[in-house]
């Protein structure tokens, strides 16, 4: 078990703001095939910031690897590229936090 630290609980509003952000999307754009995906993902985004909020290192797994993976994969982008582009670095931001917190987590004394 980690205990919580302020940088993890940055990044898990940052992952629910994310979420929430990509949600709004149904109501900012056409509705199509990709908004509704980026609705969905955001669902779980959602999900991965309230599991942030507590201790586990699970979900610090999740969010370096669902948050890199849309990023590197561009899944479901965006109709505008600025948003995407903001979106990508968010998700590489949380990523990159969430291996920084998790090897934290890993090498600290146990005692």
Known sequence: MTSSTPLR???????????LAQVAMLWVFDLGAAVLLTALSGG???????????VSRFTLVLAAGLCGARAWLAFAPLPVLAWEQLR???DVLIAATALWLLWQAR???TH
Request: proline share 4%.
């Open 88 to 90: 990508t670095v968010v």
């Open 9 to 19: 609980s940055a990044t898990a509003t940052l992952v629910t703001i994310a979420g």
């Open 107 to 109: 090498h600290a004394p």
């Open 44 to 54: 779980g985004y959602l999900l991965l910031g309230l599991g942030l909020f507590g």
